[in-house]
């Protein structure tokens, strides 16, 4: 499909599902679609052929979902099950409920995350007579348990392990030195969400989760109202807008 010229990729489009939400080509040199209508998406679906060439065609793994936190001591004594099974006719496809660890004892609590089966989620919920309001859930950074640095996991970690509390090269006993943060030098841990770096970090999910976008494209745009001394939210993405105009 590569070597498709934009109008054979158009009018190849429009013969199946018609007019497009919007069309883009990623790098592994597949195509993105975004559809107005469900009928739209099922003719896609269906489709085994594109201008001749053999195609696979899927629904896209995070963008047709979205993710809310809701808060409701009312569902205190009600399984995850249970509360999923209530909440199916609002699109809820997943429940899990937020515990705490306390005195080695494990805690629910009344914090529950909900999956829906579409991309845009509700503001409130019905939650039998009750109108519980949905808030954006917003995942903390990724944070590498072995270096300590933002972004990747310790299975593809590739750099010497750090102690999370001094900095340094990671120790078997108990570090009992000054806390300094391996990723601000600052005096926390580099697990503190005090850190400025966990703040730009949290801001960058913030921003791609409610803007649906990439996070390269998140990173960006936080970065560009950051100054190299650390990170800032005095500006609004219209300001940066404004500049680059």
């Given at each position: 499909?590569?070597?498709?010229?934009p109008?054979?990729?158009?009018?190849?489009?429009?013969?199946?599902?018609?007019?497009?939400?919007?069309?883009?080509?990623?790098?592994?040199?597949?195509?993105?679609?975004?559809?107005?209508?469900?009928?739209?998406?099922?003719?896609?679906?269906?489709t085994?052929?594109?201008?001749?060439?053999?195609?696979?065609?899927?629904?896209?793994?995070?963008?047709?979902?979205?993710?809310?936190?809701?808060?409701?001591?009312?569902?205190?004594?009600?399984?995850?099950?249970?509360?999923?099974?209530?909440?199916?006719?609002?699109?809820?496809?997943?429940?899990?409920?937020?515990?705490?660890?306390?005195?080695?004892?494990?805690?629910?609590?009344?914090?529950?995350?909900l999956?829906?089966?579409?991309?845009?989620?509700?503001?409130?919920?019905?939650?039998?007579?009750?109108?519980?309001?949905?808030?954006?859930?917003?995942?903390?950074?990724?944070?590498?348990?072995?270096?300590?640095?933002?972004?990747?996991?310790?299975?593809?970690?590739?750099?010497?392990?750090?102690?999370?509390?001094?900095?340094?090269?990671?120790?078997?006993?108990?570090?009992?030195?000054?806390?300094?943060?391996?990723?601000?030098s600052g005096?926390?841990?580099?697990?503190?969400?005090?850190?400025?770096?966990?703040?730009?970090?949290?801001?960058?999910?913030?921003?791609?989760?409610?803007?649906?976008?990439?996070?390269?494209?998140?990173?960006?745009?936080?970065?560009?109202?950051?100054?190299?001394?650390?990170?800032?939210?005095?500006?609004?993405?219209?300001?940066?807008?404004?500049?680059?105009?």
């Amino acid at each position: 499909m590569s070597k498709l010229s934009p109008f054979a990729v158009q009018k190849g489009f429009q013969a199946i599902a018609g007019t497009l939400k919007s069309t883009k080509r990623l790098r592994d040199g597949s195509f993105l679609v975004e559809c107005s209508r469900r009928a739209q998406a099922e003719n896609l679906l269906r489709t085994t052929t594109f201008v001749d060439r053999p195609v696979h065609v899927s629904m896209h793994k995070t963008l047709n979902s979205s993710r809310g936190v809701i808060r409701c001591r009312e569902l205190s004594l009600l399984s995850e099950a249970e509360i999923g099974e209530e909440l199916k006719s609002q699109g809820v496809v997943e429940v899990h409920r937020v515990t705490v660890k306390k005195e080695g004892k494990v805690i629910p609590t009344n914090t529950l995350f909900l999956t829906f089966n579409r991309p845009d989620m509700p503001k409130e919920l019905r939650v039998g007579y009750l109108k519980v309001k949905v808030d954006l859930f917003i995942p903390n950074p990724l944070r590498c348990f072995n270096c300590n640095k933002f972004g990747h996991t310790s299975q593809r970690c590739k750099t010497a392990a750090k102690c999370q509390r001094c900095g340094k090269d990671k120790h078997e006993e108990q570090c009992e030195g000054p806390q300094i943060c391996s990723n601000c030098s600052g005096p926390h841990a580099a697990s503190a969400k005090d850190c400025p770096v966990w703040k730009k970090e949290k801001e960058i999910q913030r921003i791609r989760v409610e803007k649906r976008i990439s996070f390269p494209e998140a990173r960006q745009l936080v970065e560009a109202t950051s100054p190299s001394t650390g990170f800032t939210s005095n500006l609004s993405f219209a300001d940066v807008l404004n500049k680059k105009r």
